[in-house]
């Protein structure tokens, strides 16, 4: 990712002001008088988003002026000033008073200048910002580097991100930070039994496999990172309609998250032994696709009756959850783009989040709240998990009916958990349908931010 902060000391950085409507007066009385008379002119007000280069006499930009919602507005977002990257010509610049939230002005200004440019030369925005005072420049650049890994890998297109791309990404990670990783591929996963990763990926061309990075001190606590990792879904014989298919790309935004996760807790060193698995697989079509109505073993023991071959995500990840659960750690975690349920009833900004730990659900919901990457906690409904049932096999994944599909995926991943001292599975989208401050069109880092400030503040 192209370097964000200056870290040189630059007194002619271009300062940046931050205005409302209501503080407009009060700040444009304090400008130099020429350029009061340009803003005036150019009927600049201060409203949000609201952008506007003040020249000096020779031509240069003086002030850069930048409108922020009121406190308190119902539309406050407080990563406005992620819109100012593609706004600002080469140069660096200062924050000159400060935004509603400095922290996250700063983060949202890195997030913004991510560009995805692997087939098309899209150079980042030339612009620099000095570090506010008081910001943990290194922690903010660490942030941005990992949501820029999720989002290239969720905006490469599948032909150049299989399952085994996918796991050179993950080696590629492992390699940068000293962690073991291991690969189990293909005819391997009945052998060492892995039957829902298989049944998933067998009809594609591509290989399915499994992923397994290991870094940290042993004796530290076990925190666990589960993935979903499918590489593109065509819905397999339950074939979805092109409008939904378009953008399945994105369906292995889980790994993508748990990747970028993990390089955050690598790169901080937090006191913990962390294992990250990814199930990688491709949902295609083909003679030997998985049909609706077969029945396979899962690794845990229960046999699963197919409901529909488009629910393939949470067969992959109850392999991987059970395979993670055997060593029964500290903490559990899985990320995975799961239900179209979950965007129905919250959207694609707010993910749902599910753990029976009322504590670790706290803690969830403080550091969304103040990351900025918001999460919303849904229910592990006891009385829904009856729906789940087969008449010739332990357990459908994909009851009937359509109510609750959120819910209901979760409390079928909930089956394969059982030793872990506590589980959190957020059901993220991973994509950001139209652009916003700080937030570009395309791939998007998930609940990943709130997980690792919950996790530095476990254990740094």
Same mark, same amino acid.
């Given at each position: 990712m192209h370097p964000i902060f200056q870290t040189e000391p630059t007194p002619s950085a271009t300062p940046i002001l931050f205005v409302t409507k209501s503080s407009w007066d009060a700040v444009r009385a304090d400008l130099p008088e020429a350029a009061q008379r340009f803003a005036t002119a150019s009927g600049y007000s201060g409203k949000p988003g609201? /952008?506007?280069?003040?020249?000096?006499? #020779?031509?240069?930009?003086?002030?850069?002026?930048?409108?922020?919602?009121?406190?308190?507005?119902?539309?406050?977002?407080?990563?406005?000033?992620?819109?100012?990257?593609?706004?600002?010509?080469?140069?660096?610049?200062?924050?000159?008073? +400060?935004?509603?939230?400095? =922290?996250? *002005?700063?983060?949202?200004? +890195?997030?913004?200048? /991510?560009?995805?440019?692997?087939?098309?030369?899209?150079?980042?925005? *030339?612009? =620099?910002?000095?570090?506010?005072?008081?910001?943990?420049?290194?922690?903010?650049?660490?942030?941005?580097?990992?949501?820029?890994?999720? =989002?290239?890998?969720?905006?490469?297109?599948?032909?150049?991100?299989?399952?085994a791309e996918l796991a050179d990404a993950a080696d590629a990670l492992a390699t940068?930070?000293?962690a073991s990783?291991?690969?189990?591929?293909?005819?391997?996963? $009945?052998?060492?039994?892995?039957? &829902?990763?298989?049944?998933?990926?067998? !009809?594609?061309?591509? !290989?399915?496999?499994?992923? #397994? &990075?290991?870094?940290?001190?042993?004796?530290?606590?076990?925190?666990?990172?589960?993935?979903?990792?499918?590489?593109?879904?065509?819905?397999?014989?339950?074939?979805?309609?092109?409008?939904?298919?378009?953008?399945?790309?994105?369906?292995?935004?889980?790994?993508?998250?748990?990747?970028?996760?993990?390089?955050?807790?690598? #790169?901080?060193?937090?006191?913990?032994?962390?294992?990250?698995?990814?199930?990688?697989v491709e949902n295609s079509v083909a003679g030997n696709a998985m049909r609706p109505l077969d029945i396979f073993p899962s690794r845990k023991g229960p046999t699963v009756e197919i409901g529909n071959t488009d629910a393939e995500g949470r067969l992959v990840l109850a392999d991987a959850l059970a395979y993670a659960d055997e060593e029964a750690p500290d903490l559990l975690i899985d990320l995975g783009t799961l239900t179209g349920a979950a965007?129905? +009833?919250?959207?694609?900004?707010?993910?749902? /989040?599910?753990?029976? #730990?009322?504590?670790? $659900?706290?803690?969830?919901?403080?550091?969304?709240?103040?990351?900025?990457?918001?999460?919303? =906690?849904m229910p592990l409904w006891g009385p829904y998990d009856s729906w789940l049932d087969s008449k010739v096999a332990n357990i459908n994944n994909a009851p009937s009916g359509g109510f609750a599909g959120s819910i209901t995926c979760a409390l079928f991943l909930q089956r394969f958990v059982e030793a872990a001292k506590s589980w959190l599975h957020v059901d993220i989208y991973g994509w950001t349908p139209k652009a916003k401050p700080g937030r570009p069109e395309g791939g998007e880092c998930q609940a990943a931010r709130a997980i690792f400030v919950l996790l530095s503040e476990r254990y740094g």
């Open positions: 609201q /952008y506007l280069a003040l020249p000096t006499a #020779d031509g240069e930009i003086g002030h850069v002026l930048f409108g922020l919602d009121e406190p308190g507005a119902k539309s406050h977002d407080p990563f406005r000033p992620g819109a100012l990257p593609g706004l600002l010509p080469a140069g660096v610049y200062r924050f000159a008073n +400060a935004p509603h939230d400095v =922290r996250l *002005a700063a983060l949202a200004f +890195a997030l913004g200048a /991510y560009k995805f440019g692997r087939y098309r030369k899209a150079e980042p925005p *030339a612009v =620099r910002l000095v570090p506010p005072d008081g910001v943990d420049a290194a922690a903010i650049s660490r942030a941005a580097e990992a949501a820029a890994l999720a =989002r290239d890998l969720i905006n490469t297109p599948s032909n150049d991100m299989g399952p940068r930070f000293g990783i291991s690969v189990i591929v293909g005819d391997e996963l $009945a052998t060492q039994n892995f039957p &829902l990763i298989r049944a998933v990926g067998m !009809a594609s061309t591509r !290989a399915p496999r499994l992923i #397994d &990075l290991t870094w940290g001190d042993p004796s530290h606590p076990k925190v666990t990172l589960v993935g979903k990792g499918v590489c593109f879904d065509t819905g397999g014989l339950d074939l979805k309609p092109s409008s939904a298919m378009l953008i399945m790309k994105k369906d292995m935004g889980g790994a993508a998250n748990v990747l970028a996760l993990a390089s955050m807790i690598m #790169d901080a060193g937090l006191k913990l032994r962390l294992r990250v698995l990814i199930p990688a965007r129905v +009833a919250l959207g694609p900004d707010l993910p749902p /989040y599910y753990t029976n #730990d009322e504590t670790l $659900a706290l803690d969830v919901a403080r550091h969304a709240s103040a990351e900025n990457d918001p999460l919303w =906690r």
